[in-house]
């Protein structure tokens, strides 16, 4: 496995986060995005923490025309005991996420350096965690094709993307029984 330096760009203006009882699931995010690029002979490269900002696409990638994505989502939380933040089984969540790209001809991605650049996003952006019950900060990791191709095959080009989103429970009623 080669290391592969993490590039960190700082945001220069915080958001405003928003009260615990506004948190709708997915509607803030937080102020970094990690970004990691790939291509066909030079694999997954230029791993980057960048202020959260919108993508600019050509209208030919082909993940707009052949679907070929994968997303995983998680939850990071703090402990009532000593405000450490957990995470819900990490690694089950990478492993899903490269079995899904297996099945969509997507290149896997090293587990144990996506984990390292989670925890390095996290780190960065831990103050979005929200602290009241039925809160957290939801992580969603996914993959999109990025070549501008019309041809019906699997991309020779990726970005993979983790943002974050401090959020409430996903239903606004909790979960009836």
Known sequence: MTIQTLEIMKCTHEKQKPEADQLEFGKYFTDHMFIMDYAEGKGWYSPRIIPYQPLTLDPASMVFHYG???????????????????????????????????RLSIPPIDEAQLFAY???????DKEWIPTKTGTSLYIRPFIISTESNLSVAPSQSYKFMIIL????????????R
């Open 165 to 176: 989103s401090p959020v409430g429970a996903y239903y606004k009623e909790g979960i009836n």
């Open 118 to 124: 989670l925890k390095e996003l996290i780190r960065i």
């Open 68 to 102: 070929q994505t994968v997303f995983e989502g998680l939850k990071a939380y703090r402990s009532e005991e000593d405000g450490s933040v957990r995470l819900f089984r990490p690694e089950e969540n990478f492993k899903r996420l490269n079995q899904s790209s297996d």
